[in-house]
């Protein structure tokens, strides 16, 4: 099921990603020579990251490929989030709220990160590799997970479509759908669907994480998404799509670069 698990002997996770790691080939002292080593000084060195850290950094991460090329599901085999909640940080402005989305904006060539309850979904811009990105972010995810630090703290998650009181059949039918059938199988890709509202048989959803950049998104919401909520509630007519401010200025900005690079290929 999962791809490109990645197996980390000592001594490449020392290389690579920076972890401390006592090689079997070097003498080790008991820990009574140890007792007596100043508090200030690493015990062993290794890519400038003491050796009491080696302990913590024993993470079997694994990787798991999604529909959308540009994007990848990382599995820490910790919790990320509580069970049900998603959060997306569709640009690095967002990420304030998340030391850790704060750490792999960092990396270069990363244009977006989604986290579900087990996982996390990076989302590469179109020109990055992924042999260059990857074992960055092995390394931060790591080193975070191994601080204790909380995975986000002036932002709440996005929970499970809550149905109101004053919700209609119709609104309330949705959601539930959206929760028990829909959503699970798209956070399995990755991503997430939220619902945004109902108005005049139409469903407004926003697609999160792997989702929202997906050549395949469009597919999804017309012939998975809509054709499963006509099936069930006749009240809906079709299934659109909805984007926030973040999206839409980038998507201006994205329009206004492409005509101005059209213009400049008109002149020449």
Not at 32 to 52: D, E, F, G, M, R
Not at 61 to 89: C, H, R, W, Y
Not at 102 to 116: A, D, H, T, Y
């Amino acid at each position: 099921m999962y791809k490109n698990t990645i197996k980390l002997t000592p001594q490449v996770r020392s290389i690579v990603l920076g972890a401390s790691k006592i090689i079997s080939n070097i003498p080790i002292k008991p820990i009574s020579t140890l007792q007596n080593v100043p508090q200030n000084k690493p015990l062993l060195s290794i890519c400038n990251k003491p050796a009491w850290l080696a302990s913590t950094r024993n993470m079997f991460i694994q990787t798991q490929d999604t529909p959308n090329p540009d994007s990848l599901k990382f599995l820490p085999g910790v919790a990320v989030l509580e069970k049900g909640q998603t959060m997306d940080f569709p640009s690095k402005m967002s990420s304030l709220g998340s030391p850790l989305a704060k750490l792999l904006f960092r990396i270069e060539g990363v244009s977006s990160v989604f986290f579900g309850p087990e996982f996390v979904t990076i989302s590469k811009e179109e020109d990055a590799e992924w042999r260059l990105i990857k074992p960055e972010v092995f390394a931060v995810m790591m080193d975070f997970f191994a601080s204790g630090l909380p995975v986000v703290t002036d932002v709440k998650p996005t929970g499970d479509t809550q149905i109101n009181d004053d919700d209609d059949e119709t609104v309330q039918m949705i959601k539930e759908l959206l929760d028990t059938r829909i959503r699970p199988t798209v956070q399995e890709d990755g991503g997430d669907i939220i619902f945004m509202g109902f108005d005049d048989g139409v469903v407004k959803l926003k697609m999160q994480g792997s989702c929202s950049s997906c050549p395949s998104s469009i597919v999804t919401l017309k012939n998975g998404v809509q054709n499963m909520l006509q099936f069930y509630i006749p009240e809906v007519v079709s299934v659109e799509q909805v984007f926030d401010k973040v999206d839409k200025i980038t998507e201006k900005e994205f329009e206004k670069f492409e005509s101005k690079v059209m213009q400049k290929e008109t002149k020449k």
